[in-house]
Each structure stands twice: as structure tokens, then as C-alpha cells.
T-cell receptor, first 114, second 113 residues
Framework: NAGVMQNPRHLVRRRGQEARLRCSPM?????VYWYRQLPEEGLKFMVY????????ESGMPKERFSAEFPKEGPSILRIQQVVRGDSAAYFC????????????FGPGTRLTVT | SQQGEEDPQALSIQEGENATMNCSYK?????LQWYRQNSGRGLVHLIL?????REKHSGRLRVTLDTSKKSSSLLITASRAADTASYFC?????????????FGQGTELSVKP
């Protein structure tokens, strides 16, 4: 049973470009979470999705960030017009249900904005 | 303000010693979880303790939860060099049924051989 897959593992973008981060949850998991980790900090919740639904986006910046989890295919976190402050590690996690299930994390995508 | 603040921020011990990390939080929770992160890697789930539980064991790990003090501790017994990592506590808020976790800043544990 493959774990949570994220790609790419490393992504370099110039300021103003778009970044697309992909996450495939563990088999059988229909709940996906995105977190962001800035250097030397803990993880910050961004968004929680189920198939075709955004359940909680309270941690998403109001502009430039969007997320989706389509009926088929991986979950996508999209950052438009990236700025240097977007440089961080973005982690995806999945679980078989909502609270209080443990979450299984992917290896992360390290985004560097130059 | 942020939940799950760990103490200490960094801990250095010798192999074979026990390591204790503490976590405090501010609001009511449904559950509390501990994760480990090796440098530059993803997080590995260690243990989940529900708000109606007081103690839980898993191998060399022991977690306690005191909801009256809004605090938890993680004890790693007989530490090994391979335990060197950052440890995070994460809380599941009571009134959020969505399952999002709120992470602390982490404790960086260094176990010297």
C-alpha cells in the first residue's frame, strides 16, 4: 500500500509564475489536508478537502491560493503569481475520515521562489 | 493564538537516556497527536491520544494528557541515535469536526551516541 505521494519534490519558480503541487492520498483515503511549513517553524494548516468538496479553507491565504480534489486524480494546490514569501515546504496528508483519525503525511514539496 | 507549544525547544541527551517533551495548548481539544520529522523529510505519526484518555503507550513511547492543565508529555525511553529528529504535538480542536490539526513549533531532539 503506497503512502501519500507528492510531486514534484522540489519546485523552483520565478516571482510571478504559477506553482502547482500535486498530492495523491493513500489508497482508501478520501480526506486530504494541506499544510505549509516555513523554515524553522511548525506546520500551519491550509485547507481540508474531500472529493469534489472544500470542507475547511480557513488557513488559506485569501488571494492567489486555491486547492481542489477532483473526482478523479490527485489533489492540487495552486499558487498563482508566486512571491518570495511563498517559499516553504508544502505537505499533504490524508486520512480515512475526519477527526480524530491520524493523518499520514507525504514527503512534501519544497517550493523555492527566486 | 497557536495551540500546541512544545517545551523545550531543543533537547540534547546521551544514547540510553530518557527524553521528555512537553506540549501545552489553549483551547478544548478532541484529540492530541505526536509526530516526528527527520530533517528535510515528511512527518511520521507516532501516537494519538483522545481527550478522554490520560495515558497511552506504544513501544518506547509514553504519552500523557492532562486536559485540566491543557498539557501533554511525550516520553521516549532508552533513546537511540536514530531518535534524533524534531517532535511536534498537534491538536484536533473540539469544535472542528473537519479533522484539521494545529501544530506546535516542535522540539528538536539530539541523541548522541
Amino acid at each position: 500500500n503506497a503512502g501519500v505521494m507528492q510531486n514534484p519534490r522540489h519546485l523552483v519558480r520565478r516571482r510571478g509564475q504559477e506553482a502547482r503541487l500535486r498530492c495523491s492520498p493513500m489508497k482508501g483515503h478520501s480526506h486530504v489536508y494541506w499544510y505549509r511549513q516555513l523554515p524553522e517553524e511548525g506546520l500551519k494548516f491550509m485547507v481540508y478537502l474531500q472529493k469534489e468538496n472544500i470542507i475547511d479553507e480557513s488557513g488559506m491565504p485569501k488571494e492567489r491560493f486555491s486547492a481542489e480534489f477532483p473526482k478523479e486524480g490527485p489533489s492540487i494546490l495552486r499558487i498563482q503569481q508566486v512571491v518570495r514569501g511563498d517559499s516553504a515546504a508544502y505537505f499533504c496528508a490524508s486520512s480515512p475520515g475526519g477527526t480524530p483519525y491520524e493523518q499520514y503525511f507525504g514527503p512534501g514539496t519544497r517550493l523555492t521562489v527566486t | 493564538s497557536q495551540q500546541g507549544e512544545e517545551d523545550p525547544q531543543a533537547l540534547s541527551i546521551q544514547e540510553g537516556e530518557n527524553a521528555t517533551m512537553n506540549c501545552s495548548y489553549k483551547t478544548s481539544i478532541n484529540n492530541l497527536q505526536w509526530y516526528r520529522q527527520n530533517s528535510g523529510r515528511g512527518l511520521v505519526h507516532l501516537i494519538l491520544i483522545r481527550s478522554n484518555e490520560r495515558e497511552k503507550h506504544s513501544g518506547r513511547l509514553r504519552v500523557t494528557l492532562d486536559t485540566s492543565k491543557k498539557s501533554s508529555s511525550l516520553l521516549i525511553t532508552a533513546s537511540r541515535a536514530a531518535d534524533t529528529a524534531s517532535y511536534f504535538c498537534a491538536t484536533g480542536p473540539l469544535y472542528n469536526q473537519g479533522g484539521k490539526l494545529i501544530f506546535g513549533q516542535g522540539t528538536e531532539l539530539s541523541v548522541k551516541p
